[in-house]
């Protein structure tokens, strides 16, 4: 069967600092991947999705990027953290349609 | 524009007490409506999938329909255990047919 890990589960960064947030995928192979960003009591707004090793697809941020250099493993990362970038960080791979979701991360910047 | 609409924001029930949670979509050729459960502090859980006008599917408490343009997520006799988050997505159309466009969700409180 097929297991989605992310870590950590929670992380506190000052303003500024750099982010790495990692996502694993296993018990299948080349999946679609996606990050995905959620602010309290709001939707999921797509931040990065990845058809393959290498190809990441861009929607919104700015400061943030997003790179897959194994075929199941999916990175977000930052320079510089903003105080915008608070909020709970979610990673899914899609199955034969829909997509299964990992744990999160909950990101506090202070 | 590939959207979602989902209504009402809350929904607070007593438990036993049936009701209704709608989804409005717009998209270009309907390749999948998806279902999930959010709890506080976790990941979506995923529940259903639609793929056509007409089609049903169940769980315990939770019936899924869909139509042209919307899908209801029924509860019949929920239990406070059936408090969660529901988020409503479908899959994008032309160029964006690997995004998932999702809701804003609606969060439902039963009672006991």
């Known amino acids: 069967s097929q297991t989605i890990h992310q870590w950590p589960a929670t992380l506190v960064q000052p303003v500024g600092s750099p982010l790495s947030l990692e996502c694993t995928v296993e018990g299948t192979s080349n999946p679609n991947l996606y990050w995905y960003r959620q602010a309290a009591g709001r939707g999921l707004q797509l931040l990065f999705y990845?058809?393959?090793?290498?190809?990441i697809s861009s929607e919104v941020p700015q400061n943030l990027s997003a790179s897959r250099p194994q075929d199941r493993q999916f990175i977000l990362s930052s320079k510089k953290l903003l105080l915008s970038d608070s909020g709970f960080y979610l990673c899914a791979w899609r199955g034969t349609g829909e997509q299964y979701f990992g744990p999160g991360t909950r990101l506090t910047v202070t | 524009e590939d959207q979602v609409t989902q209504s009402p924001e809350a929904l607070r029930l007593q438990e036993g007490e049936s009701s209704s949670l709608n989804c409005s979509y717009t998209?270009?050729?309907?390749?999948?409506l998806f279902w999930y459960r959010q709890d506080p502090g976790k990941g979506p859980e995923f529940l259903f999938t639609?793929?056509?006008a007409g089609e049903e599917k169940e769980k315990e408490r939770l019936k899924a329909t869909l139509t042209k343009k919307e899908s209801f997520l029924h509860i019949t006799a929920p239990k406070p255990e059936d408090s969660a988050t529901y988020l409503c997505?479908?899959?994008?159309?032309?160029?964006?047919?690997?995004?998932?466009?999702f809701g804003s969700g609606t969060k439902l409180n039963v009672k006991p």
């Open positions: 998209v270009s050729g309907l390749r999948g």
């Open positions: 997505a479908v899959l994008g159309s032309g160029d964006n047919f690997n995004k998932f466009y």
């Open positions: 639609l793929y056509s």
């Open positions: 990845s058809v393959g090793i290498g190809q």
